[in-house]
């Protein structure tokens, strides 16, 4: 079964400073992933995603995430913190069954992320 | 533009009463999900459609019930029987074909008094 952990449930950095939100998978597939965004009463936002292209996949807003299969992490960066980076980010993995992608997403626990001034 | 809408954006309810939150898509998705969101457990998937007249349950489906007559539609129900309904609820819609992405509507914010 395929399961996701962020190691991290809040991180705090100022702005201007490097960002690195941490996400391990487990999967017995060739998984794909993904990393949403969350603001305050919000719905998700997609940041970017793996499908089993490149490893390092670039997403919006700066952000990017590297895909590390012998380590089974898919951590999230962006070089320079913007006070509106401040929100709640999801890594997510897609759930399959045999060849196929039901279309079910499993959610790790999120990390808040607090960008001082 | 294409786009998930949810109603109502924040809806309060008695105990003992059933509510109905709505979600509409015009992405022309057949998969449709809802899930529930509560501070420290991430999201929870609820019920979801992989196509019209047929759903499935999620992880946490006791409490709740949902119909899927139209493509575009996907309403759910949250009974009195469920304990604990304070929460926000996100409904979604997959891109299967295109993107494998899921776009999420804004959310709606359910309190029991």
């Known amino acids: 079964a395929q399961s996701v952990t962020q190691l991290d449930s809040h991180v705090s950095v100022s702005e201007g400073t490097p960002v690195l939100l941490r996400c391990n998978y487990s999967?017995?597939?060739?998984?794909?992933l993904f990393w949403y965004v969350q603001h305050p009463n919000k719905g998700l936002q997609l940041l970017l995603k793996?499908?089993?292209?490149?490893?390092l996949v670039k997403g919006i807003n700066g952000f990017e995430a590297e895909f590390k299969k012998s380590e089974t992490s898919f951590h999230l960066t962006k070089p320079s913190a913007h006070m509106s980076d401040a929100a709640e980010y999801f890594c997510?993995?897609?759930?399959?069954?045999?060849?196929?992608?039901?279309?079910?997403?499993?959610f790790g626990q999120g990390t808040t992320l607090q960008v001082k001034p | 533009d294409g786009g998930i809408t949810q109603s109502p954006k924040y809806l309060f309810r008695k105990e003992g009463q059933n509510v109905t939150l709505s979600c509409e898509q015009n992405?022309?998705?057949?998969?449709m999900y809802w899930y529930r969101q509560d501070p420290g457990q991430g999201l929870r998937l609820i019920y979801y459609?992989?196509?019209?007249?047929?759903?499935q349950k999620g992880d946490i489906a006791e409490g709740y019930s949902v119909s899927r007559e139209k493509k575009e539609s996907f309403p759910l129900t949250v009974t009195s029987a469920q304990k604990n309904p304070t929460a926000f609820y996100l409904c979604?819609?997959?891109?299967?074909?295109?993107?494998?992405?899921?776009?999420f509507g804004e959310g709606s914010r359910l309190t029991v008094l």
């Open positions: 793996y499908t089993s292209a490149a490893t």
């Open positions: 459609s992989q196509i019209v007249n047929d759903f």
């Open positions: 979604a819609s997959w891109d299967r074909r295109n993107t494998g992405e899921l776009f």
């Open positions: 999967s017995s597939y060739s998984p794909s």
């Open positions: 992405l022309n998705h057949d998969a």
């Open positions: 997510v993995v897609s759930d399959r069954e045999g060849s196929g992608n039901t279309g079910k997403l499993i």
